[in-house]
């Protein structure tokens, strides 16, 4: 089975507004990652987020990490018509090699 | 030069038939996958090699057989095609695994569609 559950499935704003779409795992993990993926192209890796870390930012991605609550979120700020795609969340299971991707969820930015 | 190929980009073929998809990454990563992404957007996760030696193969079943000729290609080979194996394959590399994981590289994907 999966091993992140994302939600929303799918979220529509316009251009200008936040995104956040949240990710949670099962299992203990030493990192989590998070990807995008345009319309018929491949996963591009976004960030990581290591297990001892809360926050992280890049650009206009900021990712929080709550271990206790095995649960992870991603903000987009002033989303943009280019951000439009679908992202996923990845964690390798504790101590194994597997890189298990969330269901992910679709975003839509109109301009 | 671009970091991980797969080819075909698109292959559609019949019911019953053998094929292959080839994948090479250029970025000296000991790791390799094959992903099946489905209609829904869901990523599975079919193998993966370290080293050129198989270390996940997740309930796959023995109709598809990885190859890994060397560290740097890992192939799909898929034996009786059948409808349901229609989806879009990833192959993807990474430096490390577990608790040394890193990020993934991605191929732009192989889209089978079985008629």
């Known amino acids: 089975s999966q091993q992140g559950e994302e939600d929303p499935q799918a979220l529509s704003i316009q251009e200008g507004e936040n995104a956040t779409m949240n990710c949670s795992y099962k299992?203990?993990?030493?990192?989590l990652q998070w990807y995008r993926q345009n319309s018929g192209r491949g996963l591009v890796h976004l960030i990581l987020?290591?297990?001892?870390?809360r926050e992280k930012h890049s650009g206009r991605l900021r990712v929080t990490l709550d271990t206790s609550k095995k649960s992870s979120s991603l903000l987009i700020t002033a989303s943009r018509a280019a951000d439009t795609a679908s992202y996923f969340c990845?964690?390798?299971?504790?101590?194994?090699?597997?890189?298990?991707f969330g269901t992910g969820t679709r975003l839509q930015v109109f301009p | 030069d671009t970091a991980v190929s797969q080819t075909p980009k698109y292959l559609v073929t019949q019911m019953g038939n053998d094929k292959s998809i080839k994948c090479e990454q250029n970025?000296?990563?000991?790791?390799m996958y094959w992903y099946k992404q489905d209609s829904k957007k869901f990523l599975k996760i079919m193998f993966s090699?370290?080293?050129?030696?198989?270390?996940i193969n997740e309930t796959v079943p023995n109709r598809f057989s990885p190859k890994s000729p060397d560290k740097a290609h890992l192939n799909l080979h898929i034996n009786s095609l059948e409808l349901g194996d229609s989806a879009v394959y990833f192959c993807?590399?990474?430096?490390?695994?577990?608790?040394?994981?890193?990020?993934?590289?991605f191929g732009q994907g192989t889209r089978l569609t079985v008629v």
């Open positions: 090699y370290n080293n050129k030696e198989l270390i």
């Open positions: 987020i290591r297990s001892n870390e």
């Open positions: 993807a590399s990474s430096l490390g695994t577990g608790s040394s994981g890193t990020e993934a590289f």
């Open positions: 990845a964690t390798f299971f504790y101590n194994t090699d597997k890189l298990i």
């Open positions: 299992t203990s993990i030493n990192n």
């Open positions: 970025l000296g990563h000991d790791t």
